[in-house]
């Protein structure tokens, strides 16, 4: 939405008022050009922008036209993966279009897409090395800033050990930067590392992975367009992941697939529905299960499918059952009628597609919501389906990738975990003692102990030192790719920055952190290069994953992230381990090398089978892609998928194709097929939990079976297929224990698909996940919830320890908030930006398009308090924090509710903190964090963030 048009005419000053704000006066066109970067050539490039294409037209130089290189990358955004084809001359990148023959964006991009030239090129970046002395930013060197930060850290580990020092990674780092991240975590001894996944995803892999398998989106967008109906809650694809929209419109126009939306806000998503479900936020669970409740009632459960691979569905119907449609209605507000309604289109419009996003899994509830939509799908028997699954569409470019990669507190990667034996196989990988990286920690409690999350890393500062599960407090803090102002409980992530020894802050661009923190000195800002200024392989949504291209050598002084991490390892002593098989040219680390070290011990995921090789045949020959199976048609790749899918199962000799659609026993799994996979034993209650007569397509086992070892090989006589080299290297880990996920020849892998088997076992997909606080999804009051009447039936937790740290429910919930603060306050994206927002509102083509931030507001609720369309309103939180915005009427939100986005940063509760940037770094738009008001709350199992249902109070300004 353009708040700042109102029936086509501009309420205010267009972006020279922000450009004002850099100097203090009013700026003509010509000025605003020349400090924008848009000199001749960018006049060139804005004459041609249109239809995502942007292209700088010049005449020819002397003597002949110049070379122009083709360079082909991935955008950095969203999780679409949308190719960039970027023109170079000179080592200048000139101009840019979306890559028509890649299979994802099909020749589109959003206005985010169009602009990521001008994010490398971007004059608002940070360009060099800055460390701020006595209140203001001074320029150093890169060997003063490593040799600083370098010393700091050795005194701090060396007086309270590694864990007081937090390493903040990033999900736009590639996949090779973020392996790496999570090692030199590992090496500098500390499980206090974690990323963006925990505060935008982490209840959808918990949830998913405990109900059947593997965490991650079971099918992809253009699979969408064989589905039947399109079931999407607490999502907005239309503004987070524009392009993603026409695989969904694909399916709505040719298969006249029915498009239901389930959101508290009536999104530009919605616009496009035959159905918009309105509910209260925070009631998922409730909606879900009155779905259910029809589809029970009235027999529409698919008997067969829940027979062979679904366990526990009878004690969801326990607890459907009293999910009445009256009862639904009392707690979500939606009629019992749109209830049955709904639950009639998807029974007969099979399959069909679930989709969800940030509004599902911000919830205290997340992880309960997340199991909820699965099971729905399970009860519909339309999981491991083409067009059918749940696709969950991830935020950030290599969201994904960074969570497989294991940037995360309590596991490493590929999902291992932290356990003895976890440490035990990345050792062997990385070819390094096993004691020796025990001796890195400060003790192996710790070593096997869950960190502290990111979505809390502050209260590791203010926590007093007796009540934390670890030597000391947090002394340190690294953020590296990651914007302050997404997280919620600002006022005290202030307060713990002014307790910090240090802050260190590596980005392309400062971030809020450069001006929140109320200090004087201990801050560094490192530049990190873009992505387009390195090389390296980028996981999308669907788990593909792509090769991109360097497009440019690093501007300005900036270095690329694996670069920076080379340098702090070796000032820290450690270098030499970490790089021991990943060759190092100057002080660059090889990506390749890297890549190749990822195969080498990723087999729990089948990231193994993506050599940096075939990666890039897949994006020099993306042509060759069908443009809805995703598969090769002949060609060099025929018969892959493009971007080889995790699991790609075995090494790269194996030539598996990727797997395309999770679950789906269709296809053999040498082709890409799947069954669930047998994590969670092989009975339970005396109940079989492995698959009945259900199977991949030629498995010479034609029923469940547990995960293959070498024992169930030798067992089955399948030994017998294993060469002796892979006899050996089974052998070597632990003989016949050694499992699937352990032996690095990859031969228990190669041997059970070619007798047609998953690696990972065949069984049902589990309802009720008897290790989480609630085994099957039970509807919880948020803790701030506006409806104290059914606090009493639906209460939240009991107060608890989690992630090293005490963590409240009960306490805050016995609370009432609501006569100072009626109305729910929720948060969301916008098309213009993204996340934190400091890279999108650095570029003057999408600052252009939003330059204020603003609350919606209903109209009833404006008028009750007085509150009239574009003034400026105050916000205020329960927890103190008040936010000056400006107010936007509409119907979009309903009565009691408010909506803001949560991409502006760089005020703070009324004061315009421009001045307190470095020189130059400045966004163009800057705006209060909408975080500053998100109150306290975290999910059950993964402490995620509540963003979508806490309470404000909104008046005149």
């Not at 998913?208 to 079931?231: E, L, Q």
């Not at 660059?588 to 729990?604: A, K, Y």
Request: overall charge neutral; proline content about 5%.
């Amino acid at each position: 939405m353009l708040t700042r048009k109102t029936n086509g005419v501009a309420t205010g000053p267009r972006l020279s008022k922000a450009f004002a704000g850099t100097s203090g006066s009013a700026i003509d066109r010509r000025t605003f050009l020349k400090r924008s970067g848009l000199t001749a050539g960018g006049l060139a490039v804005a004459s041609t922008l249109s239809f995502g294409r942007v292209k700088k037209a010049e005449a020819a130089a002397a003597g002949g036209a110049a070379k122009v290189d083709i360079k082909k990358s991935v955008c950095t955004h969203c999780s679409v993966g949308c190719t960039v084809i970027a023109e170079v001359q000179d080592g200048v990148w000139i101009g840019q279009e979306p890559g028509w023959d890649s299979p994802f964006n099909l020749g589109a991009h959003c206005a985010k897409g169009a602009s990521v030239r001008e994010h490398a090129h971007g004059e608002r970046r940070l360009k060099n090395p800055t460390k701020l002395v006595d209140g203001k930013w001074t320029k150093i060197s890169w060997d003063q800033a490593i040799t600083e930060i370098g010393d700091k850290i050795l005194d701090i580990w060396k007086t309270s050990g590694p864990d007081s020092v937090y390493w903040l990674g990033s999900a736009k780092h590639s996949n090779e930067q973020a392996y790496l991240f999570r090692k030199f975590a590992a090496f500098a001894g500390t499980n206090n590392v974690d990323h963006q996944a925990r505060i935008c995803h982490s209840t959808t892999v918990a949830g998913v992975a405990n109900t059947w398998g593997y965490g991650a989106m079971t099918n992809s967008y253009n699979d969408i367009h064989n589905s039947r109906a399109i079931f999407l809650i607490g999502g907005n694809p239309a503004e987070a992941h524009p392009v993603s929209l026409q695989h969904l419109l694909k399916a709505k126009e040719q298969n006249n697939a029915p498009m239901i939306v389930c959101d508290p806000r009536f999104t530009r998503t919605a616009a496009h529905a035959d159905e918009y479900v309105r509910f209260r936020p925070g009631t998922d669970v409730a909606l879900v299960w009155g779905i259910l409740w029809h589809v029970f009632e009235n027999g529409w459960e698919d008997k067969e499918f829940i027979r062979q691979r679904v366990w526990g569905m009878d004690k969801v119907r326990e607890e459907v059952a009293r999910w009445t449609p009256e009862e639904v209605e009392r707690v979500t507000g939606v009629p019992g009628s749109q209830m049955k309604r709904v639950a009639r289109t998807l029974a007969n419009n099979r399959p069909f597609t679930i989709i969800w996003c940030m509004g599902g899994t911000q919830h205290t509830n997340g992880n309960n919501n997340t199991r909820a939509y699965c099971i729905l799908g399970l009860a519909l028997g339309i999981v491991g389906t083409q067009g059918g699954g749940t696709n969950i569409f991830r935020g950030h470019d290599n969201v994904q990738g960074a969570t497989d990669l294991g940037v995360l507190c309590h596991t490493l990667p590929g999902y291992y975990g932290i356990a003895t034996g976890s440490w035990k196989h990345w050792s062997r990988v990385w070819e390094v003692d096993y004691e020796w990286v025990k001796g890195r920690f400060a003790s192996q409690k710790l070593m096997e102990a869950a960190g502290v999350p990111v979505s809390r890393w502050f209260d590791l500062a203010l926590e007093a030192k007796d009540n934390i599960d670890q030597p000391d407090n947090l002394r340190a803090m690294v953020f590296w790719g990651h914007a302050p102002n997404s997280q919620t409980r600002l006022p005290d992530m202030q307060k713990a920055m002014g307790k910090l020894d240090m802050l260190v802050v590596i980005d392309p661009y400062p971030t809020m952190t450069a001006v929140m923190h109320d200090r004087k000195d201990g801050v560094y800002l490192l530049p990190a290069s873009t992505q387009f200024e390195t090389s390296g392989s980028v996981t999308a949504s669907n788990r593909s994953i792509q090769w991109r291209e360097k497009v440019v050598e690093p501007l300005f002084e900036s270095k690329p992230d694996h670069e920076i991490m080379y340098l702090l390892a070796k000032k820290l002593g450690f270098a030499d381990q970490l790089f021991k098989n990943i060759k190092v040219e100057g002080t660059e680390p090889s990506v390749e090398d890297t890549l190749r070290e990822i195969n080498r011990g990723m087999w729990t995921i089948g990231y193994t089978g993506q050599s940096p090789e075939r990666l890039k045949a897949h994006m020099a020959n993306q042509h060759t892609f069908d443009r809805t199976t995703l598969q090769a048609v002949g060609g060099p790749c025929d018969g892959d998928y493009y971007g080889l899918p995790w699991p790609a199962w075995g090494t790269p000799e194996m030539k598996h194709p990727g797997t395309p659609v999770l679950y789906d026993t269709s296809k053999p799994v040498a082709e890409g097929g799947l069954c669930f996979r047998a994590r969670f034993g092989v009975e339970r209650d005396g109940q079989n939990l492995l698959a009945e007569g259900s199977y991949p397509s030629g498995s010479e086992i034609e029923d469940g079976y547990p995960e293959f070892t070498m024992a169930m090989l030798q067992k089955l006589g399948w030994d017998k297929d294993l060469t002796d080299t892979e006899k050996a290297a089974i052998e070597k880990v632990a003989g016949e224990k050694t499992n699937w996920k352990t032996d690095l020849s990859g031969g228990i892998q190669r041997v059970a698909i070619k007798h047609g088997c998953a690696p990972f076992g065949n069984a049902k997909a589990r309802c009720v996940v008897w290790n989480f606080p609630d085994p099957v999804p039970t509807h919880r009051e948020p803790l701030y919830t506006s409806r104290r009447d059914l606090v009493a039936d639906y209460p939240t937790y009991e107060d608890r320890r989690m992630y090293r740290l005490p963590i409240l429910y009960k306490s805050i919930q016995d609370k009432d908030y609501t006569k100072d603060y009626p109305m729910i306050l929720t948060s969301g994206r916008l098309v213009e930006y993204e996340g934190g927002g400091d890279e999108t509102r650095s570029n003057p083509w999408l600052a252009e398009l939003q330059q204020d931030m603003f609350v919606e507001i209903n109209p009833f609720d404006a008028n009750s308090n007085g509150v009239k369309d574009g003034q400026m309103v105050w916000l205020y939180g329960p927890d103190g924090a008040k936010l000056k915005v400006k107010a936007l009427v509409t119907e979009r939100v309903g009565r009691g509710v408010a909506f803001m986005p949560f991409h502006f940063g760089g005020h703070w509760m009324g004061e315009d903190l421009r001045k307190n940037y470095p020189a130059g770094a400045d966004p163009y738009v800057l705006g209060e964090a909408s975080n500053t008001a998100q109150t306290y709350g975290y999910d059950s199992v993964t402490n995620m963030q509540e963003t979508k249902a806490t309470l404000c109070r909104i008046e005149p300004a």
